[in-house]
């Protein structure tokens, strides 16, 4: 059994390249001994983003608080609090704030087989 409010868990920016006045935590994950998948919460100040890119597996969203969109090849998908998305493995995609309040949501990844 694991539990932890998020707010002991730490706030690590975001330094990937393409990234901006991004932050997660990682509340879930392998350090953890989870077996399966990782769970993470993204903060996304006024103007940022994380990077453009796509990947193997699929992401679970849920939208915390703020509001910000997923870009996509196909055009901008709006979320809200209580929003939750699909995104397809290899769909090019990005988030982004779209105000001046903090853009939270929680992010479900597969943790990788060995």
Avoid: Q
Avoid at 36 to 44: D, G, K, S, T
Avoid at 53 to 58: K, L, V, Y
């Amino acid at each position: 059994m694991y539990k932890k409010h998020y707010s002991e868990i730490e706030l690590e920016k975001v330094t990937i390249p393409g990234a901006e006045n991004a932050s997660i935590r990682w509340l879930i994950a392998e350090k953890n001994n989870a077996p399966n998948f990782a769970l993470r919460m993204f903060e996304l100040e006024k103007d940022g983003c994380t990077p453009y890119h796509s990947h193997t597996w699929e992401h679970e969203i849920y939208t915390l608080e703020g509001e910000g969109a997923i870009v996509t090849e196909d055009g901008e998908i709006h979320l809200k609090p209580g929003d939750s998305a699909l995104i397809a493995p290899n769909e090019e995609h990005n988030f982004v704030n779209k105000t001046d309040k903090v853009f939270k949501f929680l992010c479900v990844i597969p943790i990788p087989k060995k």
